[in-house]
């Protein structure tokens, strides 16, 4: 676990490389989920207060997007598509195949903290749905035996 | 020995990074001089991974590759289990018309020398000796509409933004594809990043604008890379930078990536986004094109309309313009998706039907089913039936079979979807992403899940409740996402009446 003084200089060296920069503030964000894996609520603060934005301004953006989290994930993080041309190629089968295997619903993280599991509404995979996206790595076509194989890959 | 491997987010999810590897240590055991070139996609991806090797009869192709399949490329060619002949002579690939992505798979996407090999940057030099207001007249001549969805005309929007007065202006490129489908945008971006530069460089100079952005969707990494990479490219280049081509205005592009928000690929939102605020639609007028990003004029293009205009400025608006028809000038970048035989990317001039698209390129669907719906323009497009197959591809025409063409993708269903289900997942979609600002869409999608429950409970009285919600969203909702919404909803109900018959009542009880 991280003291806050720790978080304050990591977030603060974060803040300096986007000085000067246009609408900086989603390039913070991303730029501290990818050095913590979350966005620390300490960081918070500390970002209106360089940004000169009320704190609640802050989290409004950050909790506005999916992609930024305030908790840290599992070990893995398995997305997988729910768009349309995934579901025309049984997306939604896979899905509860997914939710089964892991024991987990959306959004959930399984109990040994190993795999968290993420809706994903299109990845631009749709030729070769359904697809999924395990720790940032593309798989177009996946089956339910192809899944199975993933999440049994994950350490 | 020369061989290309795409490094295309498709060719990669089917197993093109793990190819390239045994080509690479293969090659290496055996001592062979090996040049392999990551590649763009030619846009079959059922034949993904497609590897190419260089003979002097010219690029021969094979696919799809496994692992297995890559020892017999350093063997005798031509009797290679998955040899499909010269690349160029693939039936599906020589059918084409391709301007926007003419340089798609052929050329090495960060190679400066391949992009003008392959008559790169001509637009470019071509625009550098006109004045802004030309290259406005050439492109608005062309009949380029907006490839983002909208069918804006271009040349209008660059025209507003030319002659408005600021001490700063904006060309935003819209890379916020998040229409299930649609592939187009990220195809570009990997296979050609710098047409898509080029094409922002020509916006700036006809628009007086030294500032490019490039928004691209997270869930995009292998796009994101390569732009990042081919912006380097550029400036290292002097195309962009302190002076175009070094006798030009100043202009410089830089890559910011969006955070999981559909509603961002709203123009508006994605201004809202790219000033680092939440992406909450904002109320037209005033048009981006005079208060846009910073409150600054601005133009925000999809990628498509962008990637065009270099092609326009090379070969003139005329030639441009000669493909189409009515008002839907030059080629359109169909994206074939779902259940579909042949998927992938087919460049063409708009006019094909639907039927020409779906059952003649695409070859009906993968499952061998037949063919129930195609939902064109992504999620906020209609469900097409089979008896309206004979729609012709353009804007005007799909408009008034109550449909959209968007980004131009198509998704092909067979004969198990349920329609209700896909209705249902319309309004739930929207109420995911609904940006919260108007009430028609942030409580309208809502309401309409439960409605579309009631149905499928029995209740039929909810039909006319449902069809009365889509009216109110569709002319009461601020932009396209609740707007729009209804579409694949209404035409969910109108083509597909069985599926929303109370015969669902115990199979939804279960």
């Known amino acids: 676990m991280l003291d806050s003084a720790q978080t ?75 768009a349309e041309a995934c579901k025309a190629m049984g997306a939604d089968d896979l899905a509860a195949h997914a939710r089964r295997e892991l024991g987990i619903d959306w959004h959930e993280t399984t109990r040994d903290g190993k795999v968290t599991l993420e809706p994903v509404f299109c990845l631009g995979l749709c030729a070769c749905g359904p697809a999924a996206m395990v720790d940032g790595k593309l798989v177009g076509r996946v089956d339910a035996a192809k899944l199975s194989q993933i999440v049994g890959g994950l350490k | ?132 207001a030309e290259v406005v007249a050439e492109v608005t001549e062309s009949g380029l509409r907006g490839r983002g969805g909208a069918g804006f005309p271009t040349g209008i929007k660059w025209k507003t933004v030319s002659e408005a007065k600021a001490d700063r202006k904006y060309i935003v490129c819209n890379a916020d594809e998040g229409d299930s489908a649609t592939f187009a945008d990220r195809m570009l971006m990997e296979g050609d990043p710098l047409t898509l530069i080029e094409g922002m460089a020509i916006a700036g ?9 490039v928004y691209i969707r997270s869930e995009y990494p292998v796009a994101i890379r390569i732009m990042q990479e081919a912006v380097a490219v550029a400036q290292r280049a002097g195309i962009l930078g302190t002076s175009v081509l070094g006798h030009g205005p100043a202009f410089d592009i830089e890559i910011r990536v969006g955070a999981g928000a559909y509603v961002c690929g709203e123009e508006t939102s994605l201004l809202n986004s790219l000033e680092g605020k939440r992406g909450i639609v904002r109320a037209k007028p005033p048009l981006p094109a005079l208060e846009g990003f910073l409150g600054k004029p601005t133009v925000v293009n999809n990628v498509i309309s962008l ?60 499952s061998g089913r037949p063919v129930k719906a195609v939902q064109v323009g992504g999620p906020l497009g209609a469900y097409f039936p089979a008896s309206l197959f004979d729609t012709p591809f353009g804007y005007e025409e799909f408009a008034g079979k ?24 319309a309004m739930e979609f929207c109420a995911i992403e609904s940006c919260g600002k108007c009430t028609p869409c942030r409580i309208g999608a809502v309401r309409g899940v439960e409605t579309v429950d009631r149905i499928a409970r029995g209740d039929s009285a909810a039909i006319p409740l449902l069809t009365d919600l889509c009216n109110t969203m569709k002319s009461g909702s601020l932009c396209a996402l609740g707007g729009f919404t209804p579409y694949p909803v209404m035409s969910a109900i109108t083509h597909f009446p069985d599926d929303f018959q109370p015969r669902r009542f115990e199979e939804a009880a279960e």
């Not at chain 1, 990818?34 to 603060?45: C, K, S, T, V, W």
Request: aromatic share 6%; hydrophobic share 45%; charged share 20%.
């Open chain 2, 402 to 425: 109550d449909g959209l063409i968007g980004h131009a993708g198509l998704t092909v269903f067979d004969d198990s979807a349920d329609m209700l289900e896909m209705a249902r997942f």
């Open chain 2, 307 to 366: 990637a065009s205009a270099p092609v326009i400025m090379a070969k003139g608006a005329s030639h441009y313009k000669g493909f189409g028809l009515g008002r839907s000038r030059g080629t359109i970048p169909l994206q074939i998706a779902g259940n579909v035989r042949y998927g992938g990317l087919y460049e063409i001039a708009f006019g094909l039907t639907l039927d020409q698209i779906v059952n003649d390129i695409g070859g009906g669907t993968a």
């Open chain 2, 205 to 213: 100079l006809a628009c007086g604008a030294t500032k490019g952005f």
């Open chain 2, 1 to 132: 020995m020369k061989v290309w491997l795409p490094l295309d987010s498709a060719a990669v999810a089917l197993g093109a990074d793990e190819i390239a590897e045994a080509i690479q240590s293969l090659a290496a055991q055996r001592g062979v001089d090996l040049t392999l070139v990551r590649n763009g996609s030619r846009g079959m991806v059922w034949l993904e991974p497609l590897a190419e090797v260089e003979t002097p009869q010219g690029r021969m192709a094979f696919g799809p590759m496994t692992p297995e399949d890559v020892p017999a490329l350093f063997g005798d060619l031509a009797a290679h289990p998955k040899a499909l002949g010269r690349t160029e002579d693939l039936p599906w690939l020589k059918a084409q018309t391709r301007l926007t992505f003419a340089r798609v798979g052929l050329t090495d996407p960060l190679s400066l020398q391949d992009y003008t090999a392959h008559g790169g940057l001509e637009g470019l030099k071509r625009a550098l000796g006109m004045t802004p």
């Open chain 1, 8 to 82: 304050a200089e990591r977030v603060t060296e974060i803040l300096d490389r986007h000085r000067g920069m246009e609408g900086a503030l989603l390039p913070i964000l991303h730029a501290i989920q990818e050095d913590f894996g979350h966005i620390p609520q300490d960081a918070l603060p500390i970002i209106a207060r360089d940004l000169n934005l009320s704190r609640a301004e802050v989290h409004g953006v950050m909790s506005f997007y999916h992609d930024f989290r305030e908790n840290p994930t599992g070990n893995h993080v398995l997305k997988l598509c729910r």
